[in-house]
């Protein structure tokens, strides 16, 4: 549910970061083991708020994204320009 403090939290970001950038670290989260709950107390740590924390929390997901699939490490331009890219394809942006 997107109430007011994920809401806050979700635009306090978006004056740093893109669309594209917390879609990644959202992705990046998604990626980790840990934070899906393979973890001692088999709890997922997968909230917006925790994601779009602060500019760590943020980055350090995007790398998850970016890097931690095992494929080849792409930048962080290049991770946005794929994104870009797919959300024109998803008919998300014009």
Avoid at 56 to 71: L, S, V
Wanted: glycine letters at 6%; proline letters at 2%; hydrophobic letters at 30%.
């Amino acid at each position: 549910t997107l109430d007011s403090k994920r809401k806050r939290v979700i635009e306090k970001a978006l004056k740093n970061y893109s669309v594209e950038d917390l879609m990644s670290a959202i992705r990046g989260c998604g990626k980790s083991p840990y934070h899906m709950g393979k973890n001692d107390s088999e709890t997922k740590y997968d909230d917006i708020e925790l994601i779009c924390r602060d500019s760590k929390h943020i980055e350090q997901f995007m790398e998850m994204d970016i890097n931690g699939n095992g494929h080849k490490k792409l930048t962080p331009a290049q991770i946005r320009a794929r994104d870009e890219q797919r959300a024109k394809e998803w008919g998300w942006t014009k």
